[in-house]
Nanobody, 115 residues
Framework: QVQVVESGGGLVQPGGSLRLSCAAS????????MGWYRQAPGKQRESVAA???????TYAYSVKGRFTISRDNAKNTVYLQMNSLKPEDTAVYYC?????????WGQGTQVTVSS
């Protein structure tokens, strides 16, 4: 019953922007750490950004200054604002809801950065 669903992916040119959304149901995101991960073909899944229940954020070095993770508790939604996109940002992006014991993953949304 607890689910997270990503949306907002698509094709964008280098230097462009995109905002990903992660809508949760069955639980309140305010109680959990939420994160964004990505996986490119042939690559391991990697952490992109995370936000704790208290609002602390962390980012992968490769996206610092370009990506921003945020949450809207009223909408039970987490966002990933992606600016100055690069071809190497191309990947399937996944949302994660994490407790100390388990993680819930979304289905992923494709982001392609290409000219």
């Amino acid at each position: 019953q607890v689910q997270v669903v990503e949306s907002g992916g698509g094709l964008v040119q280098p230097g462009g922007s995109l905002r990903l959304s992660c809508a949760a149901s069955g639980s309140l995101i305010s109680s959990y750490t939420m994160g964004w991960y990505r996986q490119a073909p042939g690559k391991q899944r990697e952490s992109v950004a995370a936000i704790t229940s208290t609002g602390s954020t962390t980012y992968a070095y490769s996206v610092k200054g370009r990506f921003t993770i945020s949450r809207d508790n009223a909408k039970n939604t987490v966002y990933l604002q992606m600016n100055s996109l690069k071809p190497e940002d191309t990947a399937v992006y996944y949302c994660q809801m994490r407790t100390s014991s388990l993680a819930i993953w979304g289905q992923g949304t494709q982001v392609t950065v290409s000219s």
